[in-house]
C-alpha cells in the first residue's frame, strides 16, 4: 500500500460516489448542476447502470441484456466535472478520508456509499449452486441458461417429461419470476418442442411466511395469489425449505415433509449486504444492524462521520414504526436526491430538514395483464395495474432510445408473445443434467 499514488483534487470539493446503482446516480445526476462547487468521482465495478427491476425479464427471454443496461459514461458525456471509474474500492479509510482502488487513492472531501446487495441463502451457502440468485446481468444470463436448458434436457431424456421449476421467495422477484416462467411454458414454449409439452410444465413458488409480497394489502395479495394460480403456478405458503440438492428440493410444512424433483431451482427469498462493510477502516464507532446493514442517522450519514453518507440497500434507517426503509429504486433514488441537495446546501451555509421518505406507492406484476398497485390513495389490480407498472418502469429506464426500444418490444410480444431472447449462450454447458459453477463476472 506504500507505493499507492494518492490523487486529490485542489479546487472543488471532491465527492466520491461508490456504487452507480439508482442511489449513486441520482445524487450524481443532481450535483452535476453544481459544477462550479463541486467535482465527483463515480466509481463501479461495471461500466454500466443496471435496471435490476427488468433483471426476471432477461432470465426469462423476454428482454435482452442491452435493453437493462445504459453505459454510465454517456450518462455523464457532457459533465466535465464528471469522472467515471470502472474499478473495484479496496478499503475506505474514514480517518484519512481516502478511497482505496488497486492501483492508487483517491482522497475525498465528502463519500457517498451506495454499493449493492447479494442473496442470503440464511447460513446455507452451499445452496448457491444449485439455486441461482438474481442481482446480477450475469446472474440473469445464467439463470436463462438454466431455465432454457431444463426444457432442452428433457426433449432429449429417453422418457421425456416436462420439468419442475421451483422458485423460493415470494416477494416481487419470486411472483414476477413465477408469472413470466408460466407465461414462458404455456404460451411462447408451447409449440417449440417435439417430445415435451412445456404447457404442462409445474412451477413452485415457496414461500415461508403465511402469505406472498409483504408490504401489499391483503386485497392486493389475495388478487395476485389468485391470477398465479390461474397461471397454474402451485403456490406454497408456510413452507420451509430444508436442503436443496442436484436433483431435488425438500420442504416442511408443519410436521409434514415433501421432496420436488427439480434440477431448475431459483432463489429470490432475501438478500444480504454484500461484503462491504468490513471495507471500512478506522470505522470502529460506525453501528450497524442485524443484517450487517450500516446505521445511519436521520441525514442518512454515519454519526461521527458527517461527510460519509450511505444510502440504498446498503443503509438501515429506522422509520417512524420503527421498520426498515423499503430495499427498493424510489428509496434509494430518492436518498441520493436529498444527500447531493445536503452536500450543496452546506457549501452554501444552509441547511436541510431530516431525511423523509415519500410512498409513491408499489406495484408487481404477474403477466399480461395481470398487475396489482397500490398507490396509497387508490388501490388498483388487473389491465389497469399493469398498465400502470408499465409505463412507470419506462419512465424509470434512462435514455429516450432505450424506453423506445422496451416499450416497442413489450409492444411487440403482448400481440405475438413469441420472445426472440430465448437463445443460450455464454458459460456453456457440458452436460446439462447436472448444476454449473456460476459464470464469472
Known amino acids: 500500500m506504500n507505493n499507492i499514488k494518492k490523487i486529490r483534487p485542489t479546487k472543488e470539493q471532491h465527492i466520491v460516489i461508490i456504487g452507480a446503482g439508482f442511489g449513486g446516480l441520482q445524487a450524481a445526476k443532481e450535483l452535476t448542476k453544481h459544477k462550479n462547487k463541486v467535482r465527483i468521482t463515480l466509481i463501479d465495478r461495471h461500466n454500466y447502470h443496471l435496471f435490476q427491476p427488468l433483471l426476471y425479464q432477461v432470465a426469462t427471454g423476454q428482454l435482452s441484456p442491452e435493453d437493462i443496461a445504459y453505459p454510465i459514461r454517456s450518462i455523464f458525456a457532457g459533465k466535465k466535472n464528471v469522472t467515471v471509474l470502472k474499478a473495484l474500492v479496496q478499503s475506505v479509510d474514514l480517518d484519512k478520508q481516502s478511497v482505496i482502488l488497486c ?12 454499493c449493492g446487495v447479494q442473496p442470503d441463502y440464511f447460513g446455507h451457502d452451499k445452496w448457491a449452486k444449485f439455486a441461482p440468485g438474481l442481482k446480477t446481468l450475469q446472474d440473469a444470463l445464467y439463470m436463462r441458461m438454466r431455465i432454457l436448458n431444463a426444457f432442452e434436457y428433457a426433449e432429449r431424456k429417453q422418457s421425456p417429461h416436462t420439468p419442475n421449476i421451483v422458485i423460493i421467495g415470494a416477494g416481487p422477484t419470486g411472483v414476477e419470476l413465477s408469472g413470466a416462467l408460466a407465461e414462458l411454458s404455456k404460451i411462447v414454449l408451447k409449440n417449440d418442442f417435439r417430445r415435451i409439452h412445456p404447457d404442462r410444465t409445474h412451477i413452485y413458488l415457496i414461500e415461508a411466511s403465511p402469505h406472498i409480497l409483504p408490504g401489499f394489502s391483503p386485497k392486493l395479495v389475495w388478487a395476485a395469489e389468485k391470477a398465479l394460480k390461474g397461471l397454474g403456478v402451485t403456490v406454497l405458503l408456510n413452507t420451509m425449505v430444508t436442503q436443496i ?3 431435488n428440493v425438500e420442504i416442511q410444512k408443519g410436521n409434514q415433509k415433501e421432496s420436488i424433483p427439480t434440477q431448475t431451482v431459483l432463489w429470490a427469498a432475501g438478500v444480504k449486504v454484500a461484503n462491504t462493510t468490513s471495507f471500512l477502516q478506522n470505522a470502529e464507532q460506525v453501528k450497524k444492524d442485524k443484517k450487517n446493514r450500516i446505521i445511519v442517522n436521520e441525514h442518512l450519514s454515519i454519526d461521527g462521520h458527517n461527510n460519509v453518507f450511505v444510502i440504498g440497500d446498503l443503509a438501515y434507517l429506522a422509520m417512524a414504526d420503527d421498520k426498515p426503509l423499503p430495499g427498493i429504486a424510489p ?3 430518492q436518498q441520493g436526491r436529498y444527500i447531493a441537495r445536503r452536500i450543496i446546501a452546506g457549501l452554501k451555509g444552509k441547511t436541510v430538514p431530516p431525511f423523509r421518505y415519500r410512498n409513491k406507492g408499489q406495484l408487481a406484476v404477474i403477466g399480461r395483464n395481470k398487475a396489482i398497485a397500490d398507490f396509497g390513495f387508490m388501490e388498483v389490480k388487473g389491465s389497469l395495474a399493469w398498465l400502470a407498472w408499465v409505463f412507470v418502469h419506462i419512465a424509470y429506464l434512462i435514455g429516450f432510445q432505450k424506453k423506445m426500444l422496451v416499450l416497442l418490444n413489450w409492444a411487440w410480444n403482448y400481440i405475438k408473445p413469441k420472445s ?3 437463445i443460450v449462450f ?7 443434467g447436472h448444476p454449473l459453477p456460476k459464470c464469472p463476472e
Do not use: P, Q, W
Open 420 to 422: 426472440s431472447a430465448r
Open 331 to 333: 428509496v434509494a433514488m
Open 245 to 247: 440438492s442436484e436433483n
Open 426 to 432: 455464454g458459460c456453456e454447458d457440458k452436460d446439462v
Open 103 to 114: 492501483d492508487f487513492a483517491l482522497s475525498y472531501d465528502y463519500l457517498i456509499i451506495g
